[in-house]
């Protein structure tokens, strides 16, 4: 141990009534993250609230979870929600039966 806290114990252990900063989004575990890591796909906050409740982009897939990722990484073969709701229904697609994101399942 080297006497520093981690990013992770820092972000949990504030004073009572600690308010994150306007460009942090608050978890619900108490944590603060930077905002521009909301609703990315990726868990930011411990406890993962930083994917839920979002609103995805029409080029997005919203998960199981409620976090977004892009509509490219849906089916491929990598479980990028993180449930795995992006895997699911797959079929059997190529590339060649796909069209702006519209696939035809074998």
Known sequence: ???KVSFFEHSLNKPSG???SNDEFSCDNGQC???S???DGD???LDN?????????????KCGSGACIHVTKLCDG?????EGSDETNCGNVTDDSCIDFKCVLD
């Open 49 to 61: 609230s930083d994917e839920h409740n979002c609103t995805c982009l029409s080029i997005e897939f």
């Open 37 to 39: 890591l909301r609703c």
């Open 78 to 82: 990598v479980k990028d929600c993180p």
């Open 18 to 20: 600690y308010q994150c």
């Open 43 to 45: 868990m930011a906050c």
């Open 33 to 35: 993250v930077a905002s």
């Open 1 to 3: 141990f080297d006497g």
